[in-house]
């Protein structure tokens, strides 16, 4: 007789890439209304992430581009404090002359401060003259500065030794001129405007400036001649050298009163702090994503128990735990996944509106993009382990019987 062969165990089909997409999808698709509430949450703490983080590089990149223009190889020299409070402290008058000579310099120009008021007419009383400096400057001055005339020209060998005064942009906005040729009252008598300059980030005094011609200076309105600001632009090789030898150079006797500075160095500071405050801001952006997971986590628990008819039909033909647990991941995961895309369109948008609003160049690093994304994937698989393994552990006669 031959024996009867034993029943042969039933294997579960594996569930390709195809098929756990669209079993995964299935959830999504039915309830469009609660998708978007969900993700709305998940979208709301990328945009927030991204929009900061984007908002914060852009403006570094601004402040970078500032830099590259600008120059980080001027620097100046100034007097200092006199020691045991002996009086104030004066350059040298050929301070410039010695500046020029130092190996590695460029360009030098100097400025001298005159004590004498500026004003729009001399009807205007004497102490009203809107916080303008007058200051005495060098021809080469604004090439050192790097400085553009953005109407009029620059002083000349011709304008320097006459009545004729540069505005910086914010003395000009004061005195009300807007075009050169009009005519300003410096001390007791008028000074014609030839040029009005451009800003000037790393000069903010000059902004705030009216500049005779060295010699007009010492002609019209007694300026001693000793320069008060002595600015030097050199290689970037030779920076640190001339750092050096800037205070020597400009008093050898006494270098302990000539104070030396870098004008970029604010710049720089603000370059390599920008986005300290948007730390806060990231946390919130964090909690906020946080908050979006738990609306993740709580859509996935009402989903399971809304569909435990169709879990038990599924389980009764043959689905295994497995196969359930991997569905309702990857509906948690897409619906995470939809939230973050979404997240980052809005967060991308709200930095080029910002980066347009200010002419800044539009910057979202690719690490934030990339990062938030992963975070994003990462909250969907951590909301959706518990409901999945809450769907996988119903048993089918209970889940049918339920319904």
């Known amino acids: 007789m031959k024996p009867i062969d034993a029943p042969r165990r039933l294997k579960a089909s594996r569930l390709g890439p195809r098929d756990i997409l669209h079993v995964g999808s299935a959830g999504l698709r039915g309830r469009p209304v609660r ?14 992430m991204i929009a900061v983080v984007g908002i914060s590089a852009s403006s570094k990149a601004q402040l970078l581009r500032q830099l590259d223009a600008l120059g980080t190889n001027m620097l100046i020299a100034k007097p200092g404090e006199a020691m045991f409070g ?34 729009r007419t001399e009807k205007i009383p004497t102490g009203d003259n809107g916080g303008i400096t007058v200051k005495a400057a060098t021809d ?9 005339v953005t109407r009029g020209t620059w002083l000349n060998p011709a304008t320097a030794a006459y009545p004729a005064v540069v505005l910086g942009d914010v ?5 009300g001129i807007t075009e050169p040729g009009r005519q300003v009252w410096l001390d007791d008598q008028y000074f014609t405007v030839t040029g009005i300059l451009g800003p000037l980030p790393l000069a903010p005094e000059i902004e705030r400036s009216a500049l005779v011609g060295w010699s007009a200076a010492e002609r019209y ?6 320069p008060t600001s002595v600015y030097e632009r050199s290689a970037d090789a030779a920076v640190g050298q001339v750092r050096d030898l800037l205070a020597r150079t400009v008093d050898s006797e006494n270098p302990q009163n000539v104070a030396v500075g870098d004008p970029s160095a604010a710049l720089q500071a603000k370059a390599a702090t920008e986005g300290a405050f948007s730390t806060l801001l990231l946390g919130l952006g964090g909690i906020a994503l946080l908050v979006g ?14 569909r435990r008819h169709e879990i038990g039909l599924r389980r009764s033909l043959g689905a295994t735990r497995g196969q359930i647990r991997i ?37 979202v690093p690719l690490w934030a993009v990339t990062g938030g994304f992963a975070a994003t994937l ?21 889940a049918l019987h339920a319904t």
């Open 221 to 226: 309105l007694a300026f001693d001649g000793h």
């Open 86 to 119: 002996q009086g104030d402290v004066e350059l040298p008058e050929d301070a410039p002359d010695r500046v020029a000579r130092i190996p590695g310099v460029q360009s030098v120009g100097a400025t001298g401060d005159v004590k004498r008021s500026i004003r």
């Open 140 to 148: 080469g001055l604004l090439t050192t500065l790097r400085a553009t």
């Open 327 to 363: 569905q309702f991941v990857t509906e948690s995961l897409m619906l995470s996944g939809l939230g973050g895309l979404a997240g980052i369109g809005l967060g991308s948008a709200a930095t080029a509106v910002y980066a347009a609003s200010g002419a800044l160049p539009w910057v």
């Open 35 to 48: 998708v978007i509430l969900s993700a709305l949450g998940i979208a709301i703490g990328i945009a927030t």
């Open 293 to 306: 997971g738990v609306g993740v986590a709580n859509t996935m628990i009402i989903s399971v128990l809304e």
């Open 378 to 398: 990462v909250i969907g698989t951590v909301a959706g382990l518990y409901p999945a393994v809450r769907a996988a552990r119903l048993s089918p006669t209970l």
């Open 171 to 175: 003395a000009a906005q004061r005195l």
